[in-house]
C-alpha cells in the first residue's frame, strides 16, 4: 500500500551470508507455500482458538482512554470485550456480557456496534444489574427476588489486559502463557522509548474486506506488489511510473512470532519536481507522509534496527494481527485484521500525527491520510480477487520469493501455533 | 444569487462553495463518487491555481479559531486534495482496480 520511499535509482543492500535473507533461516524453508490456511473454515476454527484466544491483541491505544471512567468496546473473534479505565485510573478489560442472563452489556444503537464514552457504571439494559468500571456488581434490581445471591461474588469476567508504549493489548486466555513484555520479545520491545505518546493527532479507517485476514496482512507484509499494483504511487512521469520497476527492502528481521521489514531509498521531497503530482507539490505531503518532519528529539527507540543509511520506514508486523508502520518523517500508522470467518475480516487502519499547529501542517496530515485510502482501496479490490482465487484450488502451493520471507514466516507462525495447540489439547507436551 | 461565504478576495471560488464546502471526508467522497469527470475537472481547474494563496490566508489564523469565511475556504481546500486524486492520478473517480471495495474514515482531527 504505501509507497517505499524509494527513488528510480534501486538501492541494493548487504544480505546475510548465506546470500538471501530467507535461507538465513533454515527453518523457512524455500518450498512453495499452501495457503489452505487462508480458506479453510475448519482450519479458521482452530486458528481462532490457538491464536486469538491465545497470544496478546491490540485493542487500542491508552489517548483512547483520556479521563478515568473512559471506556471503549471492542470485538475481538469471538468475543466483545469492554476495556475502561478505572476510578483509579488503572485500565482494565471484561468480558463484554452482563452476569445475570449473558446480555451483551454495553452497547449504543446495536449490539453489533462498537461504542465508546465515559462512565462511572455500566448498566445493563435488559434488567437493569450494574457494574462499577472496575468490573464488580453493584446493583441487582429486586434482588431480594433472587435464592442466597451473592451480589460481590456476581462482577464481571475480567480479560488479561496490560499496555505497552501507550498501546492496550488483551489476552483471552485463563492465563496467558508469557507476560505482555515477553511475548512481545526485544525486536518489538525495543520502541518502547519511541515517542508514540506525541503523536495524537488521528485518522481512524476501516474496511469489511471480503478476504481472509491473512490474506490482506500479506500484503502488507512485502513492497514486492508495489510497482506493479500501484504503478501510479510512483508518480506522474513514465520514468518514475515503471511498473517494471524492481524493489529490495533493506532490511529484514524475525523475532519469535514477530517480524519487520526496513525499506530504504530516495524520500520524495529529495525527488525533482517534474516526478510528483501538482497536490504532492503543493501539499509537501503524500504517500510517505508530511516531508516536513516534526522535531522529535535526537535518537529514537527500536527504528531502524539495522542502521540503514536512508531509511524510510519500519514496518513492524506484531502477531498476529499488529502492524505498526514508523515513518522516517515522524509519523506512524496502525493496522489491524480482525478476522470475521475464514473468508472475511475487519481492516482498521489508523495514522498518527504530531498535532498540527496550522492550517497548512493539517492540509499535509490530510493529503497523506487521503493517499492513504486512494492507495488502500487497491489493495482491498485485488485481494477480494486474492481470495477468490484461492478458493478456486487451482494450485495447491505457491511460490515466495526472497521479498515475500515475511509472508512465508507468517503463515509458518500461524501453522505453528495451531499445531502446538493441538498438540496441547491431546495431552501431548508442547513443543 | 446566494449569499458569499468564502473571504472576497476568492469570490471567483464562491460558485463551488455550495457543492464542495464540506466539513467531513464522508461528504466530499461521496461527492466526488457522484460527480462527473467533467465536474471534477472543471473545479479543480478553477480552484488549484489559487490553493497556494488560500492556504497562506487560513494559515493566517489559529487552526481551532477561524473566521467562518476562513473555514469554508479550508473545507474547499479539502475537497481540492480528494478531488486531485481522480484529475491528476486516476484521470477517472474511482481508484483504479478498487473494484466494489469501500474503506470509510471513521474518526479524524476537527478542527
Given at each position: 500500500m504505501l509507497f517505499p520511499a524509494e527513488g528510480p535509482q534501486v538501492a541494493r543492500f548487504q544480505k546475510p551470508a548465506e546470500g538471501t535473507w530467507t535461507e538465513h533461516h533454515p527453518e523457512l524453508g524455500t518450498d512453495f507455500v499452501s495457503f489452505e490456511d487462508s480458506i479453510s473454515p475448519a482450519f479458521y476454527e482452530r486458528e481462532r482458538e490457538a491464536i486469538f484466544q491465545r497470544a496478546w491483541l491490540n485493542v487500542g491505544r491508552v489517548e483512547q482512554l483520556p479521563r478515568n471512567g473512559s471506556y471503549f468496546t471492542k470485538q475481538l473473534p469471538g468475543a466483545s470485550i469492554i476495556v475502561s479505565r478505572d476510578l483509579d485510573g488503572r485500565i482494565r478489560a471484561f468480558h463484554n456480557v452482563c452476569r445475570h442472563r449473558g446480555n451483551k452489556l454495553v452497547w449504543d444503537g446495536t449490539p453489533r456496534g462498537e461504542t465508546r464514552g465515559n462512565a462511572r457504571q455500566f448498566v445493563c439494559k435488559y434488567h437493569g444489574w450494574r457494574y462499577g468500571l472496575d468490573g464488580a456488581c453493584t446493583y441487582v434490581h429486586q434482588q431480594d427476588q433472587f435464592f442466597d445471591l451473592r451480589r460481590e461474588e456476581l462482577g464481571l469476567a475480567s480479560v488479561h489486559c496490560d499496555t505497552w508504549a501507550g498501546f492496550v493489548f488483551v489476552n483471552l486466555a485463563r492465563e496467558p502463557q508469557q507476560s505482555l513484555r515477553s511475548y512481545l520479545g526485544t525486536m518489538v520491545g525495543a520502541l518502547e522509548g519511541y515517542p508514540f505518546d506525541r503523536m495524537t493527532e488521528r485518522y481512524s479507517f476501516r474496511a469489511v474486506n471480503a478476504s481472509n485476514w491473512k490474506v490482506f496482512s500479506d500484503a502488507f507484509q512485502e513492497y514486492y506488489h508495489v510497482p506493479p499494483l500501484h504503478t501510479h504511487q510512483l508518480g506522474p512521469t513514465p520514468e518514475a511510473r515503471n511498473p517494471e520497476y524492481t524493489f529490495e527492502a533493506a532490511h529484514y528481521q524475525l523475532d519469535g512470532p514477530h517480524r519487520m521489514v526496513t525499506t530504504s531509498g530516495t524520500h520524495k521531497h529529495q525527488w525533482p519536481k517534474e516526478h510528483l503530482y501538482p497536490s504532492e507539490a503543493l501539499t509537501r505531503s503524500g504517500s510517505t507522509g508530511p516531508w516536513d518532519a516534526p522535531d522529535l528529539g535526537g535518537k529514537l527507540a527500536g527504528v531502524n534496527p539495522s542502521g540503514i543509511a536512508r531509511w524510510g520506514i519500519d514496518n513492524f508486523q506484531v502477531f498476529p494481527n499488529l502492524e505498526i508502520l514508523i515513518y522516517e518523517r515522524g509519523w506512524y500508522v496502525t493496522y489491524h485484521y480482525w478476522p470475521t470467518s475464514h473468508n472475511t475480516h475487519v481492516f482498521e487502519g489508523d495514522l498518527y500525527f504530531v498535532p498540527a499547529r496550522s492550517a497548512r501542517e493539517r492540509l499535509a496530515h490530510e493529503y497523506a491520510a487521503i493517499t492513504f485510502k486512494e492507495y488502500g482501496l487497491q489493495d482491498c479490490g485485488t485481494l477480494d480477487g486474492t481470495q477468490m482465487g484461492l478458493e478456486q484450488r487451482a494450485f495447491g502451493e505457491f511460490p515466495l520469493n526472497d521479498q515475500e520471507i515475511l509472508v512465508r514466516h507468517f503463515h509458518k507462525t500461524v501453522g505453528d501455533w495451531v499445531a502446538a495447540h493441538a498438540r496441547e489439547r491431546e495431552g501431548a507436551p508442547a513443543r | 444569487m446566494s449569499e458569499a461565504v468564502l473571504p472576497p478576495q476568492f469570490a471567483e471560488l464562491e460558485r463551488w462553495a455550495a457543492t464542495w464546502?464540506?466539513?467531513?471526508e464522508p461528504e466530499r467522497w461521496a461527492q466526488r463518487q457522484h460527480s462527473s469527470m467533467q465536474e471534477l475537472q472543471a473545479f479543480y481547474d478553477a480552484c488549484f491555481p489559487r490553493a497556494e494563496e488560500a492556504i497562506a490566508w487560513c494559515d493566517r489564523f489559529p487552526l481551532d479559531a477561524m473566521p467562518a469565511d476562513a473555514e469554508r475556504l479550508f473545507q474547499l481546500l479539502h475537497s481540492l486534495l480528494l478531488v486531485s486524486y481522480a484529475v491528476e492520478v486516476w484521470r477517472q473517480p474511482e481508484v483504479i482496480h478498487a473494484g466494489s471495495a469501500q474503506i470509510d474514515r471513521i474518526l479524524e482531527p476537527r478542527p
Open positions: - | 464546502c464540506l466539513a467531513t
